[in-house]
């Protein structure tokens, strides 16, 4: 018996970049901007690099611009009856997009709004278009008064990208403020509703992540009405902040102090600074059983508790302590000269360049000390 195979839908979880200014950009304000309801579909014969922050990939078969989500949830349904390949792309920063390209559909999601839909007296929910600046919404929810994301502030990207992967920084992660999720469900062909346990949040993941079958539309967040940040729990930024950690402070001497560290990090983009070229950082921490820590052979170097008696190590030390100091550079590559989890486009490099310097470094911590570094990025098109 036959049997049909659905193409597959490749949603990234994009979270570092502005979208790129393809379509007229519509400013997001306390009433939901309304997009309008057209897309435009024409072959791409030029590279998807535009379109990443590591300004690399090669060129799509199609590429569709959308700014509404009924015209995503339209080619997505369109793609599958023609039995072609679909890639989810927003701002194009959590994302390593292969030389070749990609052959089928690329939809580039350009939704926008953010509206209240929900409030009480000591919160409000907000509900923010998936194709949604991340930045604009945090700096949105600080003017507001609206706190529980203000940590978050600098990450560039999508706001329905950060679901995908619970975007984390500074102490603060998504999954602590997302109360549903709306995504096509192409199982069932459907949008649905998803709440926080349907959503299935972990360090860095979700249902959504590497799995095909949806597509985030819209994200609703659950925010404090309150003029302070959630507790400060990031020791660095409490220290920046010349606060202890568990202190509260105003929301937007949270979101400057983050802001700084982020672009001491290179982890602000700016056009004009290669060390921001990048997705910000390539490798997960890893995180190894207790008795695989016991065993490691730097018992003295940094590391934290992670959940069910796991130890969660940094994968900056370990790269750093591997030999592969800031600025290691490879051909056309380097790992930033501000952050050793960023490895960045030099100016004319290509994904396989990035990709050979991302294979040295995992080799290198892998024969130092035994442990797998993890690429965070989702690869298109190209191995690592």
Known sequence: MLRTVEPRVVGVPDVSADPQTDTNDTHASATHAKATHASATHANTTSLAAYTTLRLGGPAGTLTVVSDPDEAVTTVRKAAAESRPVLVLAGGSNVVIGDDGFPGIVLLLRTTGIRVVGKTADSVIVRVAAGESWDRFVAYAVTEGYSGIECLSGIPGSAGATPIQNVGAYGQEVGHTIVAVHA?????????????????????????????????????????????????RYAELARNLGVEPGDRVPLADAREAVLKLRAGKGMVLDADDKDTWSVGSFFTNPVVSAEAWARFPEPGAPHWPGDDGTVKIPAAWLIEHAGFPKGFAGHRVAISGKHTLALTNRGDGTTADLLDLARTIRDGVRDRFGIELRPEPVLVNCAF
């Open 184 to 232: 096509y469900d192409r199982e069932h062909d459907r949008v649905r509703v998803m709440s926080p346990l349907e959503c299935d949040f972990a360090y860095r993941g979700s249902v959504f992540k590497g799995n095909d079958r949806f597509v985030v539309l819209e994200v609703d967040f659950r925010l404090a009405l309150s003029g302070e940040s959630a507790p400060i």
